[in-house]
Nanobody, 124 residues
C-alpha cells in the first residue's frame, strides 16, 4: 500500500494562489493514478483533478479547469496541485488519493488510498 501526506494548505485572499503537495511513501509511486478531491462540511467529497501514472494526461473538474494545475514528480514521489485565481467557493479540505489503475477516474470510491487532508480557506 501507499501512505499519503498533504501539505501546503492555508488562508489566502480571493484571487490569490496556493500550491498543495502530497508526498507518497510505500509502494512504487508510479503505479498509481493520483487525484485531488475536496470536501466542505455537509457536502459530498468532490473530484478536483487527476493525473495519469506518467503525468502525461490530466483531468479537471469544470469548476477548476483553467485555474488549477495538477503535476507529479515520480522521482520525488510527490503530486502537486497549483491553485490560481482562488475563489471563496474553493474553500474546503483538500485530499490527495491514489488509484492503482491505468485509468484516470473521477469517482472517489475508485481510489484506494487517501491522505489526511489539508485545509484551504479563501477569504472573500
Amino acid at each position: 500500500q501507499v501512505q499519503l501526506a498533504e501539505s501546503g494548505g492555508g488562508l489566502v485572499q480571493a484571487g490569490g494562489s496556493l500550491r498543495l503537495s502530497c508526498a507518497a511513501s510505500g509502494r512504487t509511486f508510479s503505479r498509481y493514478v493520483m487525484g485531488w478531491f475536496r470536501q466542505t462540511p455537509g457536502k459530498e467529497r468532490e473530484f478536483v483533478a487527476a493525473i495519469s501514472r506518467s503525468g502525461t494526461n490530466t483531468n479537471y473538474a469544470p469548476s477548476v479547469k483553467g485555474r488549477f494545475t495538477i503535476l507529479r514528480d515520480n522521482a520525488k514521489n510527490t503530486v502537486f496541485l497549483r491553485m490560481n485565481s482562488l475563489k471563496h467557493e474553493d474553500t474546503a479540505v483538500y485530499y490527495c488519493a491514489a488509484d492503482e489503475t491505468i485509468l484516470i477516474r473521477t469517482t472517489d470510491e475508485n481510489y484506494d488510498f487517501w491522505g489526511q487532508g489539508t485545509q484551504v480557506t479563501v477569504s472573500s
